[in-house]
């Protein structure tokens, strides 16, 4: 069983920044690839970026590409997201998960993994005001 409990998450002008971890109970931290999703209110969950177990592999959303960066420290059990340049449509609640195994590929996290990944963890609020 794998416990992930996220933090980080805010109120943030528009143009802020915040950075977001997950940190991860268990033992197959270092063994998972792990992602972020996010869920709007009244809209479904979508995936936002993700990383493989040794960081060799990335994939970001292109809705924030190139100013959300996610990154890992398999030594302290941690996932991070730091989002720059935030906007009123990043407001959501983030998720972070993790996936046993390899690298799936961005296209199966932006996909089907949405909703097959392993563990979840419950989320927090992102709120980005205009």
């Known amino acids: 069983q794998v416990q992930l409990v996220e933090s980080g998450g805010g109120l943030v002008q528009a143009g802020g920044s915040l950075r977001l971890s997950c940190a991860a109970s268990?033992?197959?931290?270092?063994?998972?690839?792990m992602g972020w999703f996010r869920q709007a209110p009244g809209k479904e969950r979508e995936f936002v970026a993700a990383?493989?177990?040794?960081?060799?592999?990335?994939a970001v959303a292109d809705s924030v590409k190139g100013r959300f960066t996610i990154s890992r420290d398999n030594a302290k059990n941690t996932l991070y997201l730091q989002m720059n340049s935030l906007k009123p449509e990043d407001t959501a609640v983030y998720y972070c998960?993790?996936?046993?195994?390899?690298?799936?590929?961005?296209?199966?996290?932006?996909?089907?993994?949405?909703?097959?990944?392993?563990?979840w963890g419950k989320g927090t609020l992102v709120t980005v005001s205009s």
């Open positions: 990383v493989s177990r040794s960081s060799v592999n990335t």
């Open positions: 998960a993790c996936k046993n195994g390899g690298w799936y590929g961005s296209s199966w996290f932006q996909g089907q993994g949405l909703y097959a990944m392993d563990y």
């Open positions: 268990g033992r197959t931290f270092s063994s998972s690839a």
